[in-house]
């Protein structure tokens, strides 16, 4: 009886393909009112490298169950702070050479794919409530604005979804063609 080859294409476990680290890319959360964005935001940064995530205003923090549970408990992976006041977190991270790049539609957005960004650049993405966005406070103190082209009728999606959209093509550039920064 001839044997049967195994398949071409198997599932591995999630240690299979862990990359070193994390990159020089923060989120700063402002105002992001439901538990479960915010986990979804700390599970986003485990799973894309971001080196820390700010919690500003009232952006529900850790304890908390809802974001647990979107989170998959992510919350006690990634580094994390909070703080009521986001310029003053902002004024501290451009301080420190971070370069401030809020993701909204705006009349000085581009779009997602012509941001330039360097090899090992420092930057950090901010997010905006879900309902209003990015507040013009924070738009002001942005050293640049990005935003996700959209096709369909409407001009925006879930928080969450549009984070993970923006770091994954903003890390890719970051970490160069080495992967790493």
């Given at each position: 009886?001839?044997?049967?080859?195994?398949?071409?294409?198997?599932?591995l476990d999630?240690?299979?393909?862990?990359?070193?680290?994390?990159?020089?890319?923060?989120?700063?959360?402002?105002?992001?009112?439901?538990?479960?964005?915010?986990?979804?935001?700390?599970?986003?940064?485990?799973?894309?490298?971001?080196?820390?995530?700010?919690?500003?205003?009232?952006?529900?923090?850790?304890?908390?169950?809802?974001?647990?549970?979107?989170a998959r408990?992510?919350?006690?992976?990634?580094?994390?702070?909070?703080?009521?006041?986001?310029?003053?977190?902002?004024?501290?991270?451009?301080?420190?050479?971070?370069?401030?790049?809020?993701?909204?539609?705006?009349?000085?957005?581009?779009?997602?794919?012509?941001?330039?960004?360097?090899?090992?650049?420092?930057?950090?993405?901010?997010?905006?409530?879900?309902?209003?966005?990015?507040?013009?406070?924070?738009?002001?103190?942005?050293?640049?604005?990005?935003?996700?082209?959209?096709?369909?009728?409407?001009?925006?999606?879930?928080?969450?979804?549009?984070?993970?959209?923006?770091?994954?093509?903003?890390?890719?550039?970051?970490?160069?063609?080495?992967?790493?920064?």
């Amino acid at each position: 009886m001839p044997s049967t080859p195994p398949p071409a294409n198997v599932q591995l476990d999630h240690a299979s393909h862990r990359a070193a680290g994390t990159l020089p890319l923060r989120l700063l959360a402002h105002d992001v009112d439901l538990a479960l964005n915010v986990g979804a935001l700390f599970r986003i940064a485990d799973a894309l490298g971001v080196e820390h995530l700010h919690l500003t205003g009232t952006s529900p923090r850790p304890p908390d169950p809802k974001i647990r549970r979107s989170a998959r408990s992510a919350e006690r992976h990634v580094a994390w702070s909070h703080a009521a006041d986001p310029l003053a977190v902002v004024a501290q991270l451009k301080a420190q050479g971070w370069r401030i790049v809020a993701l909204e539609l705006s009349t000085a957005s581009v779009e997602l794919d012509a941001f330039d960004v360097a090899p090992g650049e420092r930057v950090c993405l901010v997010l905006g409530t879900e309902n209003a966005g990015v507040s013009q406070a924070l738009l002001d103190a942005a050293q640049a604005t990005v935003h996700i082209p959209m096709r369909g009728h409407n001009s925006s999606m879930n928080v969450a979804n549009a984070c993970a959209i923006a770091v994954y093509e903003i890390g890719r550039r970051v970490a160069g063609p080495q992967g790493g920064a």
